[in-house]
C-alpha cells in the first residue's frame, strides 16, 4: 500500500501520485443532494468539481487492471476510515 496524504478537511485522497475522492460522508451528502434537489438547484464550483471527479474515478477504474483496481480500493478504505 502506498503512502495516502488527506489534507485536512479535503475530499480527496493522494496516494501513488494520483487524487481520488474519499468515499465517505461527503460524498453521501453530494449524492443525495444531486438525486433530491429541487429543480433549479444551483451547484457551487466545489460540488460540481466533487462530482466530476467521482465520474473521472469511475473510468479510471475501469481501465485499470484488476490488480491496480484492488490497490486503488485499498487505499480509498483506508482513507475513508478516518472520514
Same mark, same amino acid.
Do not use: C
Given at each position: 500500500?502506498?503512502?495516502i496524504?488527506?489534507?485536512?478537511?479535503?475530499?480527496?485522497?493522494?496516494? !501513488? !501520485?494520483? $487524487?481520488?475522492?474519499?468515499?465517505?460522508?461527503r /460524498?453521501?451528502?453530494?449524492?443525495?443532494?444531486?438525486?433530491?434537489?429541487?429543480? !433549479?438547484?444551483?451547484?457551487?464550483?466545489?460540488?460540481?468539481?466533487?462530482?466530476?471527479? $467521482?465520474?473521472?474515478?469511475?473510468?479510471? /477504474?475501469v481501465?485499470?487492471?484488476?490488480?491496480?483496481?484492488?490497490?486503488?480500493?485499498?487505499n /480509498?478504505?483506508?482513507?475513508?476510515?478516518?472520514?
Amino acid at each position: 500500500m502506498t503512502d495516502i496524504t488527506i489534507p485536512e478537511g479535503s475530499p480527496f485522497a493522494h496516494f !501513488g !501520485g494520483t $487524487v481520488w475522492p474519499i468515499p465517505g460522508s461527503r /460524498l453521501r451528502d453530494l449524492e443525495h443532494t444531486l438525486r433530491y434537489a429541487q429543480k !433549479g438547484h444551483i451547484f457551487n464550483m466545489q460540488d460540481r468539481l466533487l462530482a466530476a471527479s $467521482v465520474i473521472n474515478a469511475y473510468i479510471e /477504474l475501469v481501465w485499470q487492471t484488476q490488480e491496480g483496481r484492488n490497490e486503488i480500493a485499498a487505499n /480509498l478504505f483506508t482513507a475513508a476510515q478516518n472520514d
